[in-house]
């Protein structure tokens, strides 16, 4: 899954969901404005510019679930 489904499957999960997303993440994502929130291309350049460990998809690990 690339950062954009990873960030809106975090932000459409139900209430008692335990899907969490880094804040450094969820950081970058929000800097967007809400149209560019929506668009694929600038949700992954946003999480592409995060530093630190990644996973093959280059959206940050998290260390919950």
């Known amino acids: 899954m690339d950062a954009f489904g990873r960030f809106w499957s975090w932000a459409d ?3 008692e969901s335990g899907l969490t997303i880094p804040a450094e993440f969820h950081r970058v994502v929000m800097e967007l404005s809400p149209m560019d929130r929506r668009n694929r291309a600038r949700v992954n350049a946003a ?3 995060l530093q630190g460990p990644s996973d093959e998809s280059g959206t940050p690990s998290d260390t919950g679930q």
């Open 47 to 49: 999480a592409a510019r």
């Open 13 to 15: 999960k139900p209430l």
